[in-house]
């Protein structure tokens, strides 16, 4: 079967800029298609940290005009390659629009710190995606191929469908073109005033409830997902979760109506990076087989990281996660003082609100001896913690994929998840039904409730306690689980190969 040309367009990709698993997807899924011969590129905008990034890039000596509203931009078009691949990836290069990431002064690739510490977006988002979108069409005549599908992610290119429908679709090289649009998270849409139709250029018809207008406001993920051909998010639990009132954030009408047009596919992981059979960052490398003995001195390690006494008998619960409500710190907060009293060590990494950075930090110094914190990012923390607890906390109260919990699995420290999106997807809970199948994998609730975390927890420590061959076999049955990008690769090939007929 002949191989497909896919352009992937994203705001953000693993190796260059990162705010969350868009940036995964984008830097794993295109490498992943590549190794199916399949002929693929990625654009993404060049900020400042790609320049920090040391990775060659090199100038095209292509200069794009771009544009925007009665106004013409040029940006030049930069090039480079995926890690660890031969994946062309080109850089849209607009220093005002995108050169303005600056950790130490507060500012990110979307957002600017504010008095307090709360961050607020750009004012002027909508017009950097709006050139960001359009620039990715205007890229094509240089990219040495005509792509069969361009893969659009997130509202930042929502814009890309548009306006290839209602822009380019006549003209040459163009008019084969097909669009995919990956929704990541339904509750960040792109939500501006209807004035930002004029900035983009299009036209004011199109601000109407079938099409780009959401409650007297234009809304880009919307527009995202009524004008490309197919469009999926990131778990097939999710696909159907989001057309609910209670996880759809006012879209669940659209998508309940576009039918089989949406569908769910898992992320998938890098086990080039993530498996403790070749991690560096870890004490001691191990597999299934290993897994008992050089797994506690991964335990052993941890502790001394987060300077806690070196306990083997403490069970020692791991989250790494962004410190928001999403994430379920809030249950972990309320569940912390029994999982105390069940004799646990606690270990924190991650970054976010104000308020759970205070609550945390205050949890820490009155139980030093049992809780570590770290408030930030660390690479090396998040592969030790995944390798050194004994149970990894997800209780999400969404996750449209989640991958923390995968990596789990292949670390042998089950994930204790809620049941919702893609946890319920990737997680087998352990009830006596699947331990006496070998199927579990982890352990999983359904109630949005500090108690039923705290009783799930419960219930997977007294299987550590009381019953360590069923434990074992859960860690055993985790570790042997496949969700690597090769599978998703799969999936997102018949996806494409389904929008181009």
């Known amino acids: 079967m002949a191989g497909l040309r896919v352009l992937v367009a994203a705001s953000e990709v693993a190796g260059f800029a990162k705010t969350g698993g868009l940036a995964d997807v984008a830097g794993a899924l295109p490498r992943a298609l590549a190794r199916r011969g399949h002929q693929v590129a990625v654009v993404m905008p060049y900020?400042?940290?790609?320049?920090?990034?040391g990775v060659p890039v090199e100038k095209t000596g292509v200069v794009l005009p771009v544009p925007l509203g009665d106004r013409v931009l040029a940006c030049r078009l930069l090039r480079s390659r995926l890690p660890h691949s031969d994946v062309p990836i080109y850089f849209v290069e607009h220093p005002p629009f995108f050169e303005r990431d600056d950790s130490a002064a507060g500012r990110g690739l979307y957002q600017q710190a504010m008095h307090g510490g709360y961050k607020a977006d750009f004012p002027d988002n909508?017009?950097?995606?709006?050139?960001?979108?359009?620039?990715?069409?205007?890229?094509?005549?240089?990219?040495?191929?005509?792509?069969?599908v361009i893969h659009a992610n997130d509202w930042q290119t929502g814009f890309v469908p548009v306006y290839l429908n209602e822009v380019y679709r006549a003209r040459p090289g163009y008019a084969r073109t097909r669009s995919v649009f990956t929704i990541h998270n339904i509750a960040y849409q792109g939500q501006f005033g209807r004035d930002v139709l004029k900035v983009a250029g299009l036209p004011g018809w199109l601000f109407n409830p079938a099409q780009l207008e959401f409650h007297g406001r234009l809304n880009v993920l919307k527009a995202g997902i009524v004008f490309a051909d197919a469009v999926n998010t990131v778990s097939?639990?999710?696909?159907?979760?989001?057309?609910?009132?209670e996880f759809g954030c006012g879209l669940e009408g659209l998508l309940t109506g576009i039918g089989d047009k949406l569908t769910g596919i898992v992320n998938g992981v890098d086990y080039g990076e993530w498996d403790p059979a070749v991690d560096p960052y870890i004490a001691a490398k191990y597999t299934p087989e290993t897994v008992v003995e050089n797994?506690?001195?991964?335990?052993?390690?941890?502790?001394?990281?987060?300077?806690?006494?070196?306990?083997?008998?403490a069970p020692v619960l791991g989250m790494v996660a962004r410190l928001v409500s999403q994430k379920g710190i809030d249950l972990v907060l309320s569940a912390a003082p029994g999982f105390l009293d069940l004799g646990c060590q606690m270990v924190f990494l991650g970054d976010g609100d104000p308020e759970f950075h205070e609550q945390l930090k205050t949890f820490r110094d009155r139980h030093p001896d049992r809780i570590g914190l770290h408030l930030g990012f660390s690479e090396a923390l998040a592969h030790k913690i995944e390798a050194g607890s004994d149970l990894f906390l997800m209780p999400s109260r969404y996750e449209p994929c989640g991958l923390n919990q995968i990596y789990s699995l292949r670390y042998g420290t089950p994930p204790v998840v809620r049941a919702t999106g893609g946890l319920k997807d990737t997680v087998v809970n352990a009830t006596e039904e699947s331990l006496a199948a070998g199927t579990a994998t982890g352990f999983a609730f359904t109630d949005y409730t500090a108690s039923a975390l705290y009783e799930t927890v419960r219930w997977a420590l007294h299987l550590h306690h009381d019953r360590p061959a069923d434990f074992l076999r859960v860690v055993r049955t985790a570790m042997a689980q496949d969700w690597s990008w090769d599978r998703s690769a799969a999936e997102y090939e018949a996806l494409y190969r389904k929008v181009i007929g």
Do not use: M, W
């Open 295 to 313: 797994k506690a001195l991964c335990k052993a390690d941890l502790q001394r990281q987060y300077k806690l006494p070196e306990d083997p008998t």
């Open 47 to 53: 900020y400042n940290s790609v320049r920090r990034a």
């Open 126 to 148: 909508a017009e950097r995606f709006a050139f960001f979108s359009r620039a990715v069409l205007e890229t094509i005549p240089h990219l040495g191929f005509t792509p069969n």
């Open 236 to 245: 097939p639990t999710y696909a159907r979760e989001i057309r609910t009132p």
